[in-house]
C-alpha cells in the first residue's frame, strides 16, 4: 500500500513537471540561426498529457530505482530521463543545466571559437601535440596536459591530416562541444569551444587574378566587409571572386541572407519551415551592383547551416559556381526554453529549405565539382589549383 502511494505521488509529480518543461514560455527566440535571440512575450500552450504512457514511465523509474546495481537519486534520474527526452529528438536539441545555460546566454551568436589550447604537428612521429595549455584551464581540469598528443577529434584520426583540416575540426560555433581522444587517458573527452577566434573576412589575391575571400563566421557586418573588399580590389585585372567557406560552421542567418543579396536581384534565398514559428521566406532585393562578377564558392563538409543557406542560393539560382566537397547538412533554426529551475531546453523548431525548395538538413549541399583537399598538398597549391578550375568554367 506505501509503494503504491508512492508511485501515485509520484505520477502527480511527473504530470506537475511536465507541464511546466513542456510548454514553458519561451524567451529567448532564435529567429534567423541557432542562439540568435530576440525577446518574446510569455506564450503559454497546454496539452493533454498521455497519462497510460506517464504511468509506465513511473513503473519503469521504479524498477530501475529499486534494482540498478549502483544507487541513484530521484533527481540524478530525472535528470537523465529528462536528458534522454530531448536528446533523443535530433542531433541538436539538448537539456541544458542552469550553468551550461548561463554560460550560452553569455555567448554572442556568430562567434568562432576553440578550444583552450593549441596543436602543433611533430612531423617525425606523425603526432599533433597539445601546447599553450595553461594550468587550471577547463581541459587541464580534464587532464590534459602540454606535450600529449591528441589522436582523434570526434572520431577522426589526425595521423595524415594537414594544418588546415586540422584547424576545421577544432574550430566551430562558440559554445559548441567537440570530443577529443587524447593519449594517455582511457575514453573521450567532451570538451566546449570557449576561446573567441578572430573571425575577420580574410582576402588573398591570387596569381591568376582570382581575388579569394576567406569567411570564417556569417557575422553582422559580414555582407558590408564583403563589398567593401571587392570594392578595394576591382580593377580591369580582376578576372572572378571566389568566396571560401570551407570549416564555416554558420553563424547568422541575417548576414549570410545579406551577403547572397549582394550577387542576386531576385528570387528567393531561403525559407524556413515550422510547426509552431510559422514559415518564412526571405527574398533578394533589386540591385545590380555586383551581377557582373563572375562568382565561385569552395566548401568542404564541414561547411554547415547558413554557410550552406548562401551555398544553396548561389548555386540554385545559377549564380556561382560550387567546387570541394558535400556540406555537413545543418538546416535547423532552434529556440531556447527557460525552465523555473533555471535550466533550459535548447529544441529545434524549423528547419531551412533553399531555393527550389530542398531541405538542407541531413542532406547538405554538392558542389557542381568534387575537388577535396588532398592530403598531402599544401594550401597555397589547392587555392592556385581551385582557381584555375573556376576560370576554366563559363
Known amino acids: 500500500m506505501l509503494q503504491h502511494i508512492k508511485y501515485k505521488k509520484l505520477i502527480v509529480s511527473m504530470l506537475l513537471c511536465c507541464s511546466q518543461f513542456a510548454f514553458a514560455a519561451p524567451v529567448v527566440k532564435e529567429k534567423l540561426s541557432p542562439l540568435h535571440s530576440d525577446s518574446e512575450e510569455p506564450e503559454h500552450s497546454y ?11 513511473v513503473q519503469i523509474y521504479g524498477i530501475v ?4 546495481v549502483d544507487v541513484k537519486s530521484d533527481d540524478a534520474l530525472f535528470q537523465q530521463a529528462i536528458k534522454g527526452l530531448v536528446s ?19 555567448y554572442t551568436e556568430g562567434d568562432l571559437a576553440s578550444v583552450d589550447f593549441a596543436l602543433s604537428p611533430e612531423v617525425h612521429v606523425h603526432k599533433w601535440m597539445i601546447r599553450d595549455l595553461k594550468t587550471g584551464s577547463d581541459s587541464y581540469k580534464l587532464g590534459l596536459r602540454n606535450g600529449q598528443s591528441i589522436l582523434k577529434i570526434d572520431n577522426q584520426d589526425l595521423k595524415n591530416l594537414n594544418q588546415d583540416k586540422v584547424l576545421g575540426l577544432l574550430y566551430g560555433s562558440i559554445g559548441s562541444t567537440l570530443q577529443v581522444q587524447a593519449e594517455d587517458l582511457n575514453g573521450n573527452l567532451n570538451l566546449v569551444r570557449n576561446k573567441k577566434i578572430e573571425t575577420d573576412i580574410e582576402p588573398v589575391m591570387l ?8 569567411i570564417r563566421v556569417f557575422q553582422q557586418d559580414t555582407a558590408n566587409e564583403i563589398k567593401r573588399l571587392i570594392e578595394e580590389n576591382s580593377s580591369p585585372r580582376l578576372k572572378a571572386v571566389l568566396i571560401d567557406l570551407r570549416n564555416n560552421p554558420g553563424g547568422l542567418l541575417s548576414a549570410a541572407v545579406e551577403s547572397a543579396d549582394l ?7 531561403v525559407s524556413t519551415k ?11 532585393l533589386p540591385g545590380n551592383e555586383f551581377q557582373n562578377i563572375k562568382l565561385g564558392i569552395l566548401i568542404n563538409h564541414r561547411s554547415a547551416s547558413a554557410a550552406e543557406v548562401f551555398t544553396a542560393a ?12 558535400k556540406s555537413y547538412g545543418k538546416g535547423v533554426v532552434q529556440k531556447l526554453f527557460p525552465l523555473p529551475s533555471g535550466a533550459a531546453l535548447q529544441m529545434t523548431v524549423s528547419h531551412y529549405y533553399t531555393p527550389n525548395g530542398n531541405m ?8 557542381n565539382q568534387t575537388y577535396p583537399l588532398p592530403p598531402e598538398m599544401k594550401e597555397d597549391v589547392y587555392l592556385d589549383r581551385v582557381a584555375d578550375l573556376f576560370l576554366k568554367k563559363k
Do not use: C, T
Open 207 to 214: 596569381h591568376n587574378q582570382v581575388l579569394v575571400l576567406k
Open 263 to 269: 550577387f542576386l536581384n531576385s528570387g528567393i534565398i
Open 65 to 68: 530505482r529499486d534494482n540498478y
Open 47 to 57: 496539452a493533454e498529457v498521455p497519462i497510460e504512457s506517464i504511468q509506465q514511465f
Open 314 to 325: 548561389m548555386k540554385e539560382h545559377q549564380r556561382a559556381w560550387v567546387i570541394g566537397e
Open 360 to 367: 538542407i538538413e541531413g542532406q547538405g549541399i554538392q558542389p
Open 274 to 284: 515550422s510547426r509552431s514559428e510559422g514559415n518564412q521566406q526571405f527574398q533578394a
Open 88 to 106: 533523443g529528438l535530433d542531433r541538436y536539441s539538448r537539456y541544458l543545466s542552469a550553468e551550461e545555460y548561463r554560460q550560452l546566454i553569455q
